[in-house]
Each structure stands twice: as C-alpha cells, then as structure tokens.
C-alpha cells in the first residue's frame, strides 16, 4: 500500500472525512525548486486550464475554468513539487499536444469539447493502467497525467465553487447528526 | 549587591512551572488556585484565546496550498515535513527543527509545538483513564519496576480533572477501561451502529464505544459546546476542546497569581548543594539570547516528556553530575510510545440512503480485550482501535477512471459506505530505548541537543498481527465488502504518545521519581508530564497527565505548609 491509502486509512480510522489538505499532502516532495518560468508561461495556464475544464467540465454548475484550476496547478507544482516533478508535467503536457496533433492535426486547446474529451479519455486509460502496473519500483516516475487530475480534483472541489455549488458546504454545522435519510441526487458534503 | 538583591526578588516566585502545555496549564492552575504566586515560562511564542487562532475560521479555499506545505518550509522542518500534523493549516504552531535540531540513531518523529500552550492547541483529544491492569502491568510481567501507584490512588483526581476539563463519551461498566464523569457521548453513524450491533454479537469480549474526547457537547462557563467544523488543531474559536487557553489558562489568571512568560527556553534548573534542593531555573530568552535566573520554593517541570528529560539531564551540579535526580541512572531511558498505522478497512453496503451532518472531530473506540481474563496471548499487553464510518467523496475520482461531465456529476455525490479501525498498541519499556544529550551538536541558542535510540520488538511485532487481523476479523463478522488489511509501520514517536525516560518507582535506586511525581532525591521538583510514565499502557495518556498533576500538586502544597519542601 502506497503512503496515500495509509493516511487516507488513517482519516477514515479517526472516523472523518478525508480532508482535501490532508490527500493533498501525500506525495513527497523534498527539495526546494527555484521559480519555474516554463511553468508560469502563459501557454502552459491556457493548456491546464482547457485540460482543467474538460475533467471538471461547466454543467448546472461551474467548472474549472471558473474555479482558476489552472491557477491553482501553477502555484501547487511551483511552491510544493520537486523539480522533477515538475518537468514530468511539462513534458505531459506536450505529450497532450502531440497527441491532439497526431489525432486531429491541431493543438489541445484548438479542439472541441468532444475532441478534448476523446484524447483526455486515452490518456486517462493510461494513467490507470501505468499505475496498476507489475514490478512497481520505488523511484519510478509518477504519470504526468496523475499529477493534473489530482491537482485538478483537489483545486476543484476546494475551490469556492467547486465546495459551495457543486458540493454542499457548512461552515458551522453547529451539531452533528449521525443518520439523516440520503436521495439519490443530493449533493455530498465538500469537507 | 543592592540591585542584585532587588532583581533576585523581582525574579522570584513561590513556584516556577516549566511548559505550559497540557500537564503545565494544570499545574499552574493548581498552585495558583492554592494561592501560590506562580511563573509559568514557555519557550513557544504568545497565543492569546481566540484572537491568535488566525486560521480557524478560514474557508478551504483561503489556503493557497489546501493544507500543504511548500518546499520552502520543508527546508526548515525537514523532520516535521515526514507526516501530516505539519500543515499549511497551522504552520506557525509548530517548532522551527532547523534551530533546534536532534540526532537520531534510529528515526524517531520529534513534534515539538513552538507556542503558549504546547501541544495542547494540537493533541487529538481522545481522553481515556488507567485501569488498575495497566498499573499492574510491570509487576505481574516482571518487566521494568512496578508502579508506585494504583487506580484507587489516581482515580479522584481523573474525577476531578474530567469535570473541569469536560469529557464527552459513554459509561460502559469495563474494569479495563473505567468510567468517568462524561458529558453526553457523540452519537454514532448509522454504518458505526451496525457495525457496534454486528461485532458485539459475534464477540462477547469486545465493545465499541463512542470515543471518549475532549469536545464538550455541553456548555462550561467561558466555553461553547462543540460545532461539529472538525477544525480542532487550528485552536478553537469556540473554546469547545480542552486546551490551556481555552481552560486553565484563563482559571490560573482569574487568580491573579499568574505570571506567564513566553519565548524563554529553560536551559537547566539550579541546584544549591548546601541547601540540597533546587533554587530555582535558567532562562534563555528566545529572541535576545539573554540568560536569566528565576527563582522559587517548588518547580514543576513540564516541558513535554523529552522537553523535561533535556532539562534535568542539562541540569548539571556538583551532587548531580549526570543530570538533576539521576542517581538511579535511568534518566533518558525506558523511552515509550504507542505503535500504530495498522488495522483494516471494508466498504459496508445497505445504507446509501443514509448520511450525516456535521463533521465529527472523533471516532469510535474499541478498548483493549486481549491478554484480559482468560484471553492469553503470544505476546504481553495489548492495543485498542479507533476507527469510524463515513461515505466517500470526490476524492475516490483520483483513483477512477473517467473525465468529463458524467465523471463530474458523479463525484458531485457521495460514494460507499466504508469503516476502518486502526489499532493502537502498547509497547513494553525497554532500557535500550533512550535518549541522550548530543554536546556535538548545538541548538541555535548554544545549547546541546538530545539524541534518540529507540525502536519497537519482537512484542511490538507479534501484537501487531492481531492488530491487523482483528480488525479484519471484525470488519467481516460486520458484514463489510472488500476488506483490505494494513501495515504501515510506525516509527516511534509517530504517535505523539511519547512517554517515559524520567519515570516513577518505588525505588530510588531504579527511578527517578516516586509516587508523588517527585523527584526522590530533590524534593522541590516534581515531573508530571509523560516524562514520568513507568508503562504505556495502550490508551491515549494525556487525561492520565492531567490527573497525576493536580494530585501531585495538591501534595507538593500540603508538603510545602508542613515545612518539608
């Protein structure tokens, strides 16, 4: 078991919730990484944040975008990723771009919905895959497409949006009731 | 010679307590409330009620991080940065490691709080009493010394500190785990229930309770009832845990005995060879590097177990060359603390028309049934779980397949059921397992710093079995689905339940304090934080902290009036 599932075990034994921080704070990341400028170029935010969008896309309530996911992502990789880590996203996110090329002859963020969503669904596919590989070694490489949908997840969900429209958030719930009736359809607690 | 005298005055009080964390809140409440005029120094920085909780009330989206640290801080905590407790969420309650550093033979995780307060802004609250099968424990095993105390001797005074300090949880009528005086219990889920009901039928030797927690559900003066936000380690605005600021504290100022001075390191406590006692403490103050004295009739030392044990080992004198009351020699070891990070988990199915609402800041409990009665194991002592039920959320996307709208709406709605119980077990006292002054490395106030050797054994390892597959046992006979078992590994230290190394005894050959939290051979110092712990027991301590101290103090003023200290 991975240091992710042991503190999420951890959450669930002290009989919370999981915290978005507390999943957040998993992967180790050791060195102190000056500014990346790669990182910051305005190209790069307009990748993620059509990335962003089209895992957590606009629907009856807002999406990425709206939530500055790309935002978020920056900030994350710069401040608490290593280096490494951080090349490993830049070099996905060409990866995107030639996969969108080879497809459909054009950039990622030039596609449409459907397109994006298509080529997005295939690397997904590989991610699960490449992390449910055998002969698992310690220093492997994280998939660079883990790194964004768990960034865009936690960016997401904590976000104000994210927490108030698409999830229902109480700051004070004053009390606690341990077995309130559920429906299908009623949103889930953010935090 | 004037001046000196004068500031010798100024400098003195009627007792000194070292910390003013959990253990030192209430010994500064204690002696105060007996009327003694009292300095309680701590080496962290002011935190005032309430007003200095600057992220309490802070949404999850004012944290640009969402809780984690950045690379930058990792460079100044690099022992911290191993596990969750240091966080984005409260970063600056926590010790800077770069400028106090330790070594390590083996690891050992070392969290040391760096505000008024200590850890008892921070501590996980759990709240359980000592049962006359821990205090036992050592005699009947034959293992270390025997405690110098009994449940009947500690057992008003957890009435007492319960009381004022304010525990919720449920009598349960258990010789292993005694009642207390409780505030309402915090209600079970439905999953907690079912499962309570299913495992209880299956194993008569073993309950599930509420966890028993220093969250009031009931108001106390100066204090609101508990509202369910589960933000407790960023200080409570409410006042709803136990902490010093929110209850000793403001009761050791009501007095007007109180003086608390913050930013002072205690370097060393003063012995005076011709009077054959302790006269009173070295200071450093943090920001000026400047090294006062204090003085007082009676110290109490409670600068967290190993903050303690650095004292007194730092306190060298013509009588005590191996650190104040050492005679015995046993300073520094017998290093304790719980092991854990292993237990199992399985989702539950037929309640996905159940939820909740609130966030509970605490679990249930299962207490310690092994190695009870006729129940005899492979391996001495014994663990207790703490475990919960919830429904998953977004997070479980991370792992799943799928991007998109329908992906999205997904996540928007709660997922399964699933329970988890993690065991918390006992560990022996080993000699072996020590801590030791380091003089070739200095602190940032030219300080030596402390060393640590302590592992956990074969009876850490074989216990740990049935810490697991207990868990799995019972998860099964509660009908859970795809129960998965674990074993992290724990360090110690990882628990933060870190006890031991300055202990209590019959003896004064074998230990360091007696059964007054005394030191044997310096009768005007007494240890009464986790430093003085002769076993570990398997329950959280600090409720057992809080009692030994208002008992100790409550002899230490009655000696003092006689004229024996």
Known sequence: ????????????????????????????????????????????????????????????????????????????????????????????????????????????????????????????????????????????????????????????????????????????????????PYKKGDKAWAV | MNLNIKAQEQNTYDAIVIGSGVSGGWAAKELTEKGLKVLMLDRGKPLEHVKDYDTATKDPWEFAHRGRITNEQKETHPKLKRDYPYSEHNEKFWIKD??????????????????VGGKSIMWGRQSYRWSDIDFEANLKDGIAVDWPIRYKDIAPWYDYVETFAGISGQAEGLPQLPDGKFMPAMPMNCVETEVKKRVEAKFKDRRITMGRVANITQPLPGRTQCQFRNLCSRGCPFGAYFSTQSSTLPAARATGNLTLRPDSIVNSIIYDDAKGKATGVKVIDKHTKEMTEYYAKIIFVNGSTLGSTFVLMNSISKRFPNGLGNDS?????????????????????????????????????????????????????????????????????????????????????????????GGFGECLPYEQNQVTLDNSVKDAWGQPVLKFDAGFFENETKMRKDMMNDAAEMLEAAGAKDIHTFDNGSYPGMAIHEMGTARMGRDPK???????????????????????MTSAACVNPSLTYMALTARAVDYAVKEMKKGNI
């Open chain 2, 98 to 115: 770069s400028d106090s550093p330790y070594n390590e033979v083996k690891r050992f995780d070392w969290y040391r709080p760096d505000i």
């Open chain 2, 510 to 532: 074998t230990s360091v304090l007696n059964g007054w939290n005394q030191v044997h051979s310096v009768k005007n110092v007494f240890v009464t934080d986790g430093a003085c």
């Open chain 2, 329 to 421: 020699g046993v300073l520094g070891k017998y290093l304790m603390d719980h092991h854990f990070r292993t237990g199992a988990s399985g989702t539950v199915e037929g309640f996905d028309d159940h939820y909740y609402f609130g966030r509970r800041a605490n679990g249930i409990y299962v207490p310690r049934y092994r190695n009870i009665g006729s129940d005899k194991r492979d391996y001495l002592r014994g663990f207790g779980y703490q475990g919960g039920a919830s429904r998953s959320g977004w997070q479980r996307g991370i792992a799943e397949m799928g991007v998109g709208k329908d992906f999205k709406e997904a996540l928007t709605e709660p997922g399964t059921w699933s329970m988890g119980l």
């Open chain 1, 1 to 180: 078991m991975n240091r992710r599932d042991a503190i999420k075990n951890v959450a669930l034994l002290l009989g919370s919730a999981i915290s978005a921080s507390t999943l957040a704070a998993l992967d180790g990341c050791t060195s102190s990484a000056p500014k990346n400028y790669a990182l910051q170029a305005p190209e790069t935010k307009s990748t993620l944040a059509e990335i962003a969008e089209t895992i957590i896309p606009e629907t009856g309530t807002p999406g990425a975008k709206a939530a500055k996911v790309d935002d978020f992502i920056v900030t994350m990789m710069n401040d608490c990723y290593e280096q490494k880590d951080q090349q490993i996203l830049l070099d996905g996110l060409k990866k995107i771009d030639e996969a969108s090329n080879k497809q459909y002859k054009k950039a990622f963020v030039d596609l449409t919905a459907e397109q994006k969503t298509a080529i997005l669904t295939e690397i997904d596919k590989e991610r699960v895959a490449y992390n449910k590989r055998e002969n698992k070694g310690k220093d492997d490489p994280t998939h660079y497409f883990q790194f964004i949908k768990e960034l865009t997840l936690l960016g997401y969900f904590s976000s104000e949006p994210g927490a108030t429209k698409a999830l229902r958030y109480v700051a004070v719930p004053g009390k606690f009731e341990g077995c309130v």
